[in-house]
Each structure stands twice: as C-alpha cells, then as structure tokens.
C-alpha cells in the first residue's frame, strides 16, 4: 500500500539523516528520485528551491511535496509522520538519558566542551545568512565587491531594537520584511 | 482541577510557540534555535541557557532534522511524553501548510520580486536576531573564564563557518575537549 510505502521510505530518510541540512539532500535524492522515482530531478530541485525560501527544514518539506504528488493529502501527513518517527524514538530514549545522567562528572565534562560548540555552529549560521543578505545582486560597489547598503542599515536598527528596546524578535523578523517590501516597491532595494 | 488547568494552559503555550518559531525559521535549522532561546529560556525562564545548549548538542548529535529534534527534547523537558508530541506538532505543522500551498503555484512564486524582498528582509531580521542571542550566550560562556572554551568557541566558529567541517566532526571534536579538560581539572 502506498502510505505504508511512503512512510517507510521516509523513515529510513529520517534515521540516515545525520548532520542535518544539505548533508541530507543525496540521500533523499537517491530514495525518492532514483530509487522510487516519485518525482523527476527536475522537480527534486524546485524542492530545494522552496526550502529555501520557505520555513522548514528540507527533508520535511521533500515528505510533504512528495506525498501530496503520490498520494494526495494522506500522503503528505504518511510521509511526514514516517520522517520524524525515528526523531521521537530516539530523543525520547536520549532524554531519558541526559536527565538521568547530567550530572555524573564525566558527562558535565563532555556537555561542558559541546555548550560552546553550539554556540559558534550558531554564530557560523547567522554568518552565512548575513553574508548571504549582504552580497546580494543590487548594491553599492566598495573595493571591488557589491555591498547592499540597505540591508546592513538594516540589520543595525532590528539589532537596536532586540537589544536596546526589548522588541519581540518575531516582531522584529516580521517588520523587517515588511520594510524590505515598501522599499522594493519605492526602488531602494 | 487546577493542576489540570496549568497543565493545559503549559500545552498551549507550548503548541503556540514551537508554531510560531517554526513558521519564521527561514534559513536553515540552527535559526530556530535562538527563536527557541530567547521563547524558552529569557521570556518564559521554563530551560535554563546551558541545559538549552546541551539539549540543541543531542538534538545535534542524533539522527534528523535539527529544528524537529530539538523541539521534542525541549517538549519533553518541559510536560514529558505528550509535551514533546506537541512540540512536534507545532513544529512540523507551518511547512507541510507553506508547502501544500506553495507546491500548487511555485513557479509563479519563485520569480515574484515582492517574495524576494520579503525574503531577503526576514533574512537580514533574523541576523540581528542570532547576533542578539549569540551575544548573550558568548557572555554566559565567558564568565567561566576557561581557556578551553574560548578555544572551542574560536575553532568550532572558524570549522564551521570557514572550512565548512561537517557538524557531527565538529561536535565530536569538542566533546573530546571538554572531556579531556575535565579530566585535567580533575587530575590537578
């Protein structure tokens, strides 16, 4: 049967996605492409596309696109479910885990060098974003390179606003794309 | 009756908000993680910073997607099973909506000047966010005053963001440290 298919798939895309992101794409590309050919490469790539511009991470998004295309709304929820159910498995058993064993001194010692790991795996993020929106097509040339201006003025008065007058963060995320579209529409940006 | 009604009251708060973070998580699953920072541990004081970050690293160090994975440890941190079924929920309830959407007219979508403007902005809102958030935690990991992390700080940062070091290495690397550190400190 289709759903149970469409899960199973999905769940082995689930366990074998280990360092998250792109690190996933082959994978998902070899089951649902080459291997079960519910989509073209074509459509695989417009996926991709949309992940990017859309919240989400990318293998929950490649379930639902292609279960709605295989099975209609069933089978977006099927291969959705089957995407995350070994994510519950295991973080349940890893949690279990981590409150029964943070505090023996070897795990404090280990957990105490992975704190600012995440840290910088977070700052590296937000710089590859940063650099993303600052490179963009349109804007000013400084040394030799095409800065967008606005998008840094940008970035300085949401920081000011998180920072200086507590605003709430989805607030800031939200209003600053609104800014960026009125200043599309004027021709700033 | 009354613990009931915290009870249900904690579960809402918990749907509304992994539902929020995750439909402004624009740009990869490490964005979601100061949404959920500056949610669970500044606004609702429910995690605190360092039990944050050591669930985002199991969450890391564990097989599927980041934002998904964290959302259930988070879930179950705060109302057990059923708190990280709902987490779940919130979370992966925003893309299969965005996508069963977008899925039917994309082509049109994709080009549109307007979503490009909107999606640069949110993108240039959601770097102030993480430098906002990263400044906090940077702080928090200073006041140790242990070389050890600054050195992990600095390396993970340069592995991650220059040389493009697959997580799982960068995360295996760093708990060695730390262990060893212990050990040293430990030994002295």
């Given at each position: 049967?289709?759903?149970?298919?469409?899960?199973?798939?999905?769940?082995?895309?689930?366990?074998?996605?280990?360092?998250?992101?792109?690190?996933?794409?082959?994978?998902?590309?070899?089951?649902?492409?080459?291997?079960?050919?519910?989509?073209?490469?074509?459509?695989?790539?417009?996926?991709?596309?949309?992940?990017?511009?859309?919240?989400?991470?990318?293998?929950?998004?490649?379930?639902?696109?292609?279960?709605?295309?295989?099975?209609?709304?069933a089978g977006a929820v099927s291969a959705t479910i089957g995407v995350v159910t070994p994510s519950i498995i295991i973080a349940l058993?890893?949690?279990?885990?981590?409150?029964?064993?943070?505090?023996?001194?070897?795990?404090?010692?280990?957990?105490?060098?992975?704190?600012?790991?995440?840290?910088?795996?977070?700052?590296?993020?937000?710089?590859?974003?940063?650099?993303?929106?600052?490179?963009?097509?349109?804007?000013?040339?400084?040394?030799?390179?095409?800065?967008?201006?606005?998008?840094?003025?940008?970035v300085i008065i949401a920081f000011t606003a998180l920072r200086k007058y507590k605003v709430d963060s989805i607030l800031v995320i939200f209003l600053s794309?609104?800014?960026?579209?009125?200043?599309?529409?004027?021709?700033?940006? | 009756m009354k613990e009931e009604d915290k009870k249900l009251a904690t579960c809402l708060t918990l749907i509304k908000s992994t539902f929020v973070l995750s439909a402004f998580t624009i740009g990869g699953g490490y964005v979601i993680v100061p949404l959920m920072q500056k949610k669970f541990v500044e606004e609702l004081g429910w995690i605190d910073s360092e039990e944050m970050l050591d669930l985002v690293a199991l969450g890391?160090?564990?097989?599927?997607?980041?934002?998904?994975?964290?959302?259930?440890?988070?879930?179950?941190?705060?109302?057990?099973?059923?708190?990280?079924?709902?987490?779940?929920?919130?979370?992966?309830?925003?893309?299969?909506?965005f996508i069963t959407i977008i899925s039917y007219f994309y082509m049109s979508f994709r080009d549109n000047p307007i979503v490009d403007a909107l999606m640069l902005g949110m993108q240039v809102g959601v770097v102030a966010v993480i430098l906002n958030v990263i400044f906090n935690m940077v702080k928090d990991l200073l006041k140790r005053k242990d070389p050890v992390v600054v050195i992990i700080l600095i390396g993970a940062f340069v592995a991650g963001f220059i040389f493009d070091v697959n997580v799982i290495v960068i995360i295996l690397v760093a708990g060695m440290l730390g262990f060893i550190n212990n050990r040293r400190k430990g030994g002295a």
């Open positions: 049967m289709i759903l149970i298919e469409l899960f199973w798939a999905f769940f082995k895309i689930g366990l074998f996605t280990i360092g998250g992101g792109y690190a996933s794409l082959p994978l998902i590309e070899n089951e649902i492409v080459d291997v079960q050919a519910w989509i073209t490469l074509q459509e695989y790539t417009d996926v991709v596309t949309i992940s990017q511009i859309t919240p989400g991470p990318i293998a929950i998004n490649s379930a639902t696109f292609v279960g709605t295309k295989v099975a209609g709304f058993l890893l949690a279990r885990m981590y409150y029964k064993y943070r505090n023996v001194d070897t795990l404090q010692g280990v957990l105490a060098g992975l704190r600012p790991a995440v840290v910088a795996l977070i700052g590296a993020a937000g710089a590859s974003l940063f650099v993303a929106a600052l490179f963009q097509t349109d804007g000013v040339q400084v040394a030799g390179v095409t800065v967008n201006l606005v998008a840094i003025v940008l794309g609104l800014v960026a579209v009125v200043l599309s529409f004027i021709g700033i940006l | 890391q160090s564990m097989p599927g997607a980041l934002a998904v994975n964290t959302s259930i440890l988070i879930g179950y941190r705060v109302a057990g099973v059923a708190g990280a079924l709902i987490t779940l929920l919130g979370t992966i309830t925003p893309p299969l909506i």
